[in-house]
């Protein structure tokens, strides 16, 4: 039985190995969401989503491509995550560009 807690210490960041800046609002390109992505973004958007939930589950592509590209998070704070899946400035900077395209 432990009845220690532990503290898990914050990583270093690592520096980005890419040869351009992966925040940059050039990488996002106006109508390369794609119709699907794009659908997901919005619900999540309006809905945040649990990472065990039925809307994860069914969606289970989109939310992961839509968290390696950096649009949706479970981040809760510096050095928190939590099981609620969010979408990131970045995931709203692409929706409004798409909305100002249609």
């Known amino acids: 039985m432990l009845s220690e807690k532990y503290v898990v210490e914050p990583q270093k960041t690592l520096e980005p190995t890419l040869d351009f800046d992966v925040h940059s609002p050039q990488i996002i390109r106006l109508g390369e969401l794609g119709p699907k992505l ?9 809905n945040p989503v649990s990472v065990q939930g ?30 609620t899946i969010r979408v990131t400035p970045r995931g709203l900077q692409a929706l409004w560009q798409l909305e100002n395209i249609t």
């Open 38 to 46: 794009t659908e997901v973004l919005e619900h999540v958007w309006k």
């Open 54 to 83: 039925d809307f994860a589950r069914l969606e289970a592509l989109h939310i992961a491509i839509g968290l390696s590209e950096g649009l949706l998070t479970t981040r809760d704070g510096e050095f928190t995550y939590g099981r």
